[in-house]
């Protein structure tokens, strides 16, 4: 039997409201005729590869998934129960918990050789009045500044040993919060040298500071970075970020690599710890390790991945409201190091989205045919992603993220999707264990994509579906997320791994709930697309 090689994903509903199957044939899709067929013996070689466009339809017309609704007389709350027995049991064990520990303490160790460094060039005695102290402590702070600089960019390198080792949410977090202190400590250090000067040289602050950068060498330099930094950080406050174009931001973020080469420059020149016995081993090792991690995992790792695999699109179909899958060709893609619910940074190489990288899960496990996109359309860019023609060449980098199945550290999961989440959450089903739940949030049924291929993978590994639809004051979206609600769905909740991926509010309101739930925070997993 030739199984056809992509579809429009749509569910259509039937007469019952519930969504029978799936059809090419009606509504928008960007299906292109011009797309050969796929011959037989390429899915030969794995017949169990998910047949998409097929419907599933179970012999006894039970389903695995339901369209769930507040109940007043139910004892969970909800018209559909989730048919899961609780049973107790221990977790195998976080396995990363080590590294997180052993990551953070090498980090206070190199941030401790920093500080030392002033130390060994301090004699006894110097720091004896207010204008001393306050230079010795902008000589400090300008040491602190400068080891976070280097560890931000060694965040920021994509080397992915890194993101294996610690988990991209801890990075991500790691990352804001040495965002700030490293703009905190900048600051502090002009304030202290620039008023420590003022003292000894009996001048005004404002003069001395213009004295400053006009007479010290390689001051001009350091005040670009500085203002460099302080830019960086204002763009990076959340509400000014959700304001911008991903691209603008981006751009302006990758500054920050000037921002090292200008504030090198003026601690080399001036810095009076930057020179000694142990300094002289210390900052440039710190900064070979940095430099080498920025190429490797900027340049080599992303010019092996595409010299090896050579993506191009397959062919681009439509999946339901404003929403669209791209499937991706490509050379030994059984080789590719990815996983369910990972995401790689996709550049479409068409004659105006050439410059544009955006990061896209997967919504279906890896395989060696070809991999699968799912697009929300959300502006231009997106917009314009589905109207490419098969053959298009991609460049990618990654894969990144810890967003999988073997981060687990109970025996069952939960997995929390809402609008384009549902495509890492989709592809994680196909690695998760027995009594997995999925809840699916979506504002109108039409919303709702991949829902046979769901219900078809909730047989298969015995899962369970629950679909809350309606507007956010309605009572099933309302209930949700609350203790109660939550609950009621999913009545050992603490006792499993959640997996949450969709829009901020929704996550946010998630981890609330689960935290009154007594969830720990090692089984939460969060999928960070902004890092």
Request: net charge neutral; with cysteine; proline share 7%.
């Amino acid at each position: 039997m030739t199984i056809p090689a992509f579809r429009d994903q749509r569910e259509i509903p039937d007469d019952d409201g519930y969504f029978a199957g799936l059809r090419s044939d009606d509504g928008p899709s960007w299906d292109n005729p011009s797309m050969p067929p796929w011959p037989d013996t390429q899915y030969a070689a794995e017949p169990a590869q998910p047949q998409y466009g097929q419907p599933y339809n179970t012999p006894d017309g039970f389903r695995r998934g339901e369209v769930t609704e507040v109940s007043m007389t139910d004892p969970t709350g909800w018209k559909a129960g989730t048919g899961v027995p609780v049973v107790d049991d221990r977790p195998p064990g976080e396995s990363t918990s080590g590294n997180r520990l052993f990551t953070v303490l090498l980090f206070f160790s190199g941030l401790g050789t920093s500080i030392a460094l002033w130390l060994f060039n301090t004699r006894a005695g110097a720091v004896s009045d207010t204008a001393s102290t306050m230079i010795a402590a902008g000589r400090v702070t300008g040491l602190i500044g400068g080891y976070l600089l280097f560890v931000q960019l060694l965040m920021m390198s994509r080397v992915s040993w890194l993101e294996e080792w610690v988990g991209s949410r801890d990075l991500l977090r790691w990352h804001r919060w040495l965002g700030t202190s490293l703009l905190a400590a900048v600051v502090a250090h002009i304030v202290f040298i620039v008023y420590g000067y003022a003292l000894t040289a009996g001048t005004g602050v404002v003069d001395q500071g213009w004295t400053v950068i006009t007479t010290f060498p390689e001051m001009i330099s350091a005040t670009i970075a500085t203002g460099l930094l302080v830019f960086i950080a204002l763009i990076s406050i959340r509400f000014v970020r959700n304001r911008l174009n991903y691209e603008l931001w981006h751009l302006v973020h990758l500054t920050s690599y000037g921002v090292l080469l200008l504030g090198y420059g003026h601690q080399i020149a001036a810095g009076a710890d930057m020179s000694g016995r142990y300094a002289s081993v210390f900052w440039p090792a710190l900064g070979c390790i940095t430099i080498a991690a920025l190429f490797w995992g900027r340049i080599v790792e992303p010019v092996w991945l595409n010299a090896r695999h050579r993506f191009t699109v397959a062919e681009v179909v439509a999946e339901g409201a404003n929403t669209f899958s791209i499937y991706i060709e490509g050379k030994r893609l059984d080789k590719l190091p990815v996983q369910a619910g990972q995401f790689m940074r996709w550049r479409f190489l068409t004659a105006n989205g050439w410059w544009q990288s955006h990061p896209f899960s997967l919504s279906a496990a890896p395989n060696s045919q070809w991999l699968r996109l799912t697009v929300t359309i959300a502006g231009g860019h997106t917009r314009k992603l589905a109207t490419m023609s098969p053959g298009t060449p991609i460049w990618a980098e990654g894969p990144f993220g810890t967003f999988t199945a073997e981060r687990r550290t109970r025996r069952r999961a939960l997995l929390i999707a809402g609008g384009s989440g549902i495509a890492p959450i989709r592809a994680l089903l196909e690695d998760m264990p027995p009594d997995t739940i999925v809840i699916y949030r979506a504002s109108r049924p039409d919303e709702l994509v991949f829902r046979t291929e769901l219900e078809e993978l909730a047989e298969e590994r015995d899962a369970w579906v629950r679909y809350i639809v309606g507007g956010r004051n309605d009572p099933g979206p309302r209930r949700l997320f609350t203790p109660d609600g939550l609950r009621g769905l999913v009545p050992d909740v603490n006792r499993r791994d959640v997996y949450l991926c969709g829009p901020p509010g929704l996550v946010n309101a998630a981890v609330d709930t689960l935290k009154q739930l007594d969830v720990p925070e090692s089984q939460l997993h969060l999928d960070p697309f902004e890092f």
